[in-house]
């Protein structure tokens, strides 16, 4: 799991390094806390190495109260590694996330692609997902966060 996310973040972070003891940090302390609020499941071949993984939250709908409709799974990540790809493991995870979500109650799944990702968004259309096109992703990051967190009055002060 540790090599996965090593990979993952070299993905995102075009190919910058990371050690292997704050990626582990990072999921023993966070990913697999019991206070996280993500699942994780794997797919390994048969001995044992760890090939992709799947990251989901389910979340209730602050908009459609339907019983039926309130509760989703975010799909938070979905990876697999580059050479084992286009083989089934991504569609086995996606599969396992649908019975789960189904199981507990939920009426979709939702997650964000990068736009540039062709061969995800690909392989998601493939599974039957949909793209949500009136929807965009916007992000607040490090110095602009921390503007924003300023204009708020401490507790003490409201």
């Known amino acids: 799991m540790i090599d996965l996310l090593a990979d993952i973040h070299a993905y995102y972070t075009e190919g910058a390094a990371i050690s292997r003891e704050v990626i582990r940090e990072h999921l023993v302390e966070n990913l697999l806390s019991p206070s996280s609020p993500h699942q994780l499941v794997v797919c390994s071949l048969d001995h044992g190495i760890v090939i992709g993984f799947a990251a989901i939250t389910m979340v209730y709908s602050l908009v459609d109260f339907a019983p039926e409709k309130r509760k989703h799974c975010q799909l938070k990540e979905l990876y697999v590694r580059s050479s084992m790809r286009s083989k089934g493991a991504g569609r086995s995870l996606m599969s396992w996330v649908a019975r789960h979500a189904a199981e507990n109650g939920c009426h979709r799944i939702d997650w964000p692609v990068k736009a540039s990702n062709a061969k995800g968004i690909a392989f998601y ?9 009136e929807r965009l992703s916007f992000r607040l990051s490090e ?12 507790a003490s002060d409201a």
């Open 125 to 133: 259309k493939g599974v039957g997902a949909e793209q949500v096109v």
């Open 143 to 154: 110095q602009k966060l921390r503007e924003l967190a300023l204009q708020c009055p401490a």
